[in-house]
């Protein structure tokens, strides 16, 4: 059984951060691939962030390149989404999801997914 527990999302001030988490359990979490994506009020859920667990390889998309660190910690199978220099325009549900194969940032190919958590900037 895939769980995908997220954590860590609130309410910050433009110019803040913060760092969401991602704890996996329930399949082989060094040979997959851990996504981030967001979904704001009346816009379509977009892949931010993704990360192969087993290589560490790392993608950004470019609306988040250079503000956004993904990250890991193969030890409590967790992934890390830091957020700096928050923008108003980041306010959203992030999600966690997980699948197995190569890594990409296409949501339809996440079978596996969080229950979300909410970021809030403004």
């Known amino acids: 059984h895939v769980q995908l527990v997220e954590s860590g999302g609130g309410s910050v001030q433009a110019g803040g951060s913060l760092r969401l988490s991602c704890a996996a359990s329930?399949?082989?979490?060094?040979?997959?691939?851990v996504a981030w994506f967001r979904q704001a009020p009346g816009k379509e859920r977009e892949g931010v962030a993704r990360?192969?667990?087993?290589?560490?390889?790392?993608y950004y998309a470019d609306s988040v390149k250079g503000q956004f660190t993904i990250s890991q910690d193969n030890d409590k199978n967790t992934v890390y989404l830091q957020v700096n220099s928050a923008k108003p325009e980041d306010t959203a549900t992030y999600y966690c999801?997980?699948?197995?194969?190569?890594?990409?940032?296409?949501?339809?190919?996440?079978?596996?997914w969080g229950q979300g958590t909410q970021v809030t900037v403004s």
């Open positions: 990360i192969a667990t087993g290589s560490g390889n790392t």
């Open positions: 329930g399949y082989a979490y060094n040979r997959n691939c």
């Open positions: 999801a997980a699948k197995g194969g190569y890594c990409s940032l296409f949501k339809v190919e996440f079978p596996y």
